[in-house]
């Protein structure tokens, strides 16, 4: 009979890190990707209200209007700014969640390791000892079909 895998209970709990480290990075990376799509759509925002400005001067504006539309770009320059801090923020989160997720997957290799090395002892030691059965059970078949041997 095989003898179970004393770590299985670690092997388990690893797993289990293993499969949260990589929830966890799906969720960094997808508010990753998030804050970068916002980032961008500010971008393009003000890139398309900076076109209207200078279409607006091309065709002549008061000074409160120019006055308008450069606080209002002042204020998307700055949810720019504040943006961009979030998406370095969130890939340096990502980048922490990757390193997690690494360690975890190492950890979890390791055991694994450990557990596939028991399995093939246990199977070893199956075969010797099936083989052994079996050797034992030719030798008496052997010696009872034997017409020499007396019994």
Known sequence: MAQPFSLQPLLELMQSRTDEATRRLGQLIAAEQSAQSRLQMLEDYRNDYAQRLREATAQGITQQTLRNYQDFLARIDEAINQQTIAVRNSQQSTAAGQEHWKAQNKRLKAIDTLSQRHDVRERYRE???????????STRRFISQDPTSKD
Do not use: P
Not at 127 to 137: A, H, I, N, S
């Open 127 to 137: 075969g010797k000892q099936e083989q052994k059965l079996q050797d034992e059970f």
